[in-house]
């Protein structure tokens, strides 16, 4: 299962990777702004969105792909390494 997390800080990146490794599950971060992210969003079965660390045009286009490609997606205000944790979590027992 693919993650795509979009926002974040980009000096946890690792920590980000680890939490979804030890879950079994491949994680694709986008702590910045990039070109044509909704192809890249594309293969991703759940999409988390740290919304305090991304910026409102990344945060539409991503939800626009997700809508487009019927990604589910979650939303969280704060950036952390546990929050992403309680996110998997939460995806893991709802599926």
Do not use: W
Not at 23 to 48: E, W
Request: net charge positive; glycine share 6%.
């Amino acid at each position: 299962m693919c993650i795509a997390l979009i926002g974040g800080m980009d000096r946890l990146d690792k920590h980000y990777k680890e939490v979804a490794q030890s879950a079994g599950l491949s994680l694709l971060i986008f702590t910045r702004s990039q070109t044509n992210i909704a192809a890249k969003l594309k293969k991703a079965d759940v999409m988390v969105i740290f919304t305090n660390k991304v910026s409102h045009r990344v945060k539409t286009e991503a939800m626009q792909a997700a809508k487009s490609f019927g990604i589910p997606v979650i939303m969280r205000h704060t950036c952390g390494v546990c929050t992403l944790r309680e996110c998997l979590e939460c995806y893991k027992t709802a599926n």
